[in-house]
């Protein structure tokens, strides 16, 4: 069996625009072992954000499939496709998309009620994340009672509760200070070996990507070393 828990082979993904053809992806081939982390870097437009949404199973490919812990995404459903990406793959944005009426603590448990778990056992996992993430004293608070790396703290929470196979990251230290980053990429590499996750990270900050395990440049529709 393939320890690949991410795989991408042969993606092309175009758009139209007005009366011409758009080629974003050519081909693009992508594998992701697990506890294995990736950045990729590329310039604006480049398409880093379309790849991510094909990862995650949102858009489809013109051609090529993407296949998450052995499971062809092109083969599922809306439904099946929905709950792959719950109990398979976490999200981490560089706005957090937190709940603003929710607290932390809520908002971490969502996913796993989503899961089919009962409340007050969502409420003791989303706890235990919330103290792996150094936020239990704040599980309380309402996302505007925190700050920016508090938020993205809980963000990552909120990601793992249901321990995924791969968390797909999109400029996660992106609205953050540098202290605030450091500490964000500390958390992630220490999660990383706690939970065997691996994670892909789209990114801008060239010192992110310095520190994970591979480094590639998506340019003109491929990722190239």
Not at 138 to 155: I, N, T
Request: glycine share 8%.
């Amino acid at each position: 069996m393939s320890n690949w828990v991410l795989q991408a082979s042969g993606l092309v993904k175009s758009f139209t625009d007005g009366d011409r053809q758009v080629d974003v992806l050519k081909g693009l081939n992508l594998q992701l072992a697990q506890a294995q982390s990736m950045a990729i870097i590329g310039s604006s437009g480049s398409g880093k954000s379309t790849l991510l949404q094909l990862l995650a199973g949102l858009e489809q490919p013109n051609e090529g499939k993407v296949m998450v812990v052995g499971q062809c995404l092109s083969d599922l459903n809306g439904n099946q496709a929905a709950k792959l990406r719950n109990q398979h793959l976490g999200f981490v944005f560089q706005f957090h998309h937190l709940l603003a009426e929710f607290s932390a603590l809520e908002n971490v448990m969502l996913p796993y009620i989503i899961a089919g778990n009962k409340p007050n056992k969502a409420q003791q996992k989303a706890l235990s994340m919330l103290t792996r993430v150094g936020l239990a004293d704040r599980a309380s608070h309402k996302p505007g009672a925190l700050s920016g790396g508090e938020r993205q703290r809980v963000a990552i929470a909120r990601a793992l509760i249901n321990e995924p196979a791969c968390l797909l990251m999109d400029e996660p230290t992106g609205n953050l200070d540098r202290h605030n980053a450091e500490q964000t990429l500390t958390l992630l590499k220490q999660l990383q070996v706690d939970f065997g996750t691996a994670f892909v990270a789209v990114t801008h900050d060239l010192s992110l990507a310095s520190q994970l395990d591979t480094q590639l440049s998506l340019k003109d529709g491929q990722l190239v070393s």
